[in-house]
């Protein structure tokens, strides 16, 4: 058994783990719960020699670990797989394998050896993956599989997963728990790091949550979601969104006949048509790859359409710029905000302005006791999670928090339309409630919301209507309480009658 113990870990005034200890103990799936920002992948990255602890001790059965790098974490039987990738693109599966592989017990792999391991680990645990693929051009569920490989190959007994189903589909979440499953039942060790609580229930034999680096309490795999969410975040949590039905005004967003092509050239959006009213949210949703991604940069006009017309307020906005979009009212959060929501390595402050350098510039040069005083506001409002300061970089933020500044920032001026692709990404219930929440009171002020998301929870309670998107097409705009069956089926490029027949005739 692993056992961590009054692990202390503190970055400069902030202590992200105070005393931790926690267990993981072969042939058990620990869940590790707790909001953004709690300590979760500080804890780990100690476990895993990436970070040293300033306090505490680890300890193998009786014998206590020394864990200054990975390679010593490896050699003592511990594996990780990371919450960012650590897989280098332009390489093959293969190839990363190899790379991955510090000499250890296994002793060096050659690139024979490592083809091998692949298709003998993919096929152990129903893991499907080409070892000669590159990872590049691999869809990120299948990447992650890679990632478990490579912590397989060392034949880890202790295996972390660091929040590992937040980039997942719900059948690629449910593949992932299986495997789990197997690997605990073969007598390993899992300490599963995630916020989503259903996942939790499902496949925890033990639940720890951890509070602002503290553990709060540990927790049977019966306890309602209701009870963990108020464990995670100190208060009792709604995780429903609460709203008003929808007084829909005039049309805001018209989209005619929109065609887009990726990078590549491929058609991404196909002829869509749709409008979205001024004090109501339309949810598009599907599967990842279908034209989302393209259309929210088109109106944005980061992407350049090939035809068809875009009016927001009236106004053609089709060929403009983002300046001009953002100028026209348009308020955006990215789906990747890490790419494009925020610049890492400035303040909070300066990312809380970056939309609206006009407005605190004063001579020329950048007002920075206005920026200051916004920041602080803000920070307030948003409830922001930082460090101590507002100088600090937001790439030390955690996720919940990072995305807190970026929907801070586009929510602080008056809108006509606010689109945002995967809002809660990432993100933690209690972020979550609040980030819904705001949402809401937008659509409330009467701007049109467009909301791009792949998680049907987050559609169903956010959307009050939702439009299907598949292969660059709407495929139906139906009402938020339409059957998840039916929906799944729209998906697939199904058209609604035909979904409804279809789930209809199908044993209950
Ligand atoms: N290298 C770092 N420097 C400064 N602060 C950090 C660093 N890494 C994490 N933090 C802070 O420590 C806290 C815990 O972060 P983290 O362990 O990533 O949380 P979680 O994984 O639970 O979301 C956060 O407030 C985060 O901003
Ligand atoms: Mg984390």
Not at 75 to 81: L, N, P, R
Not at 95 to 117: C, F, I, K, Q, T
Not at 396 to 408: C, D, H, I, P, R
Request: glycine share 10%; charged share 25%.
């Amino acid at each position: 058994m692993l056992r961590l113990r009054g692990i202390t870990k503190r970055f400069g005034s902030l202590t992200a783990n105070d005393s931790i200890s926690i267990e993981a103990v072969p042939g058990r799936i620990h869940c590790l719960l707790g909001e953004n920002g709690a300590g979760k992948s500080t804890l780990m990255n100690i476990l895993f020699g990436l970070l040293e602890p300033d306090e505490g001790e680890i300890l193998l059965g009786d014998k206590a670990l020394t864990l200054t790098n990975p390679k010593q974490a490896m050699a003592a039987g511990i594996g990780m797989v990371h919450q960012h990738f650590m897989l280098i693109p332009v390489f093959t599966v293969a190839e990363n394998m190899v790379l991955g592989h510090e000499p250890g017990r296994a002793g060096m792999l050659d690139l024979a050896s490592a083809r091998a391991l692949v298709r003998d680990l993919s096929a152990r645990y129903k893991l499907d993956v080409d070892p000669d693929a590159l990872v590049e051009d691999l869809p990120v569920g299948i990447q992650q599989r890679v990632e478990i490989l490579k912590a397989l190959a060392h034949d880890a007994t202790y295996l972390i997963f660091d929040e590992p189903t937040a980039v997942l589909t719900p059948q690629e979440i449910d593949e992932l728990m299986a495997v789990m499953r197997t690997l605990r039942d073969e007598g390993r060790a899992i300490i599963f790091i995630t916020h989503k609580l259903r996942e939790v229930r499902e496949v925890a034999d033990d639940i720890t949550v951890i509070r602002r680096g503290k553990v709060v309490g540990q927790a049977a795999p019966e306890t309602s979601e209701a009870e963990l969410a108020s464990m995670m975040v100190g208060r009792a949590v709604d995780l429903k969104v609460h709203k008003a039905p929808a007084q829909p005004g005039d049309d805001r967003l018209v989209v005619e006949d929109l065609v887009v092509a990726s990078p590549t050239g491929a058609i991404a959006v196909d002829h869509l048509s749709l409008t979205v009213r001024g004090g109501e949210i339309v949810c598009i949703a599907g599967v990842q790859g279908n034209g989302q991604t393209e259309l929210a940069e088109a109106l944005l006009g980061t992407m350049r359409p090939l035809s068809g017309r875009v009016t927001l307020d009236g106004v053609d906005i089709t060929h403009s710029k983002p300046v001009d979009t953002i100028k026209a009212g348009l308020g955006y959060v990215p789906e990747d905000r890490h790419r494009h929501g925020f610049v890492g390595e400035f303040s909070i402050a300066h990312n809380l302005v970056l939309n609206n350098l006009d407005e605190y510039s004063k001579f020329g040069a950048l007002d920075l006791k206005k920026i200051r005083d916004n920041a602080q506001a803000r920070i307030k409002e948003f409830d922001i999670r930082h460090g101590g300061s507002h100088d600090q970089e937001v790439r030390s933020l955690s996720g919940g928090n990072q995305q807190k500044v970026v929907l801070a920032r586009e929510l602080s001026r008056p809108l006509s339309l606010l689109i945002a692709s995967q809002p809660t990404r990432g993100v933690d219930v209690g972020a979550i409630e609040f980030l819904h929440g705001r949402i809401v009171e937008e659509r409330d002020r009467g701007t049109a919301v467009l909301i791009v998301s792949t998680e049907l929870e987050e559609v169903e309670s956010l959307a009050d209507r939702i439009a299907v998107m598949y292969r660059g097409r709407i495929v139906g705009i139906v009402p938020p309480d339409t059957p998840r069956d039916v929906l799944g089926l729209m998906m697939a490029g199904v058209a609604y009658d035909e979904a409804v027949a279809t789930t209809k005739g199908a044993p209950a």
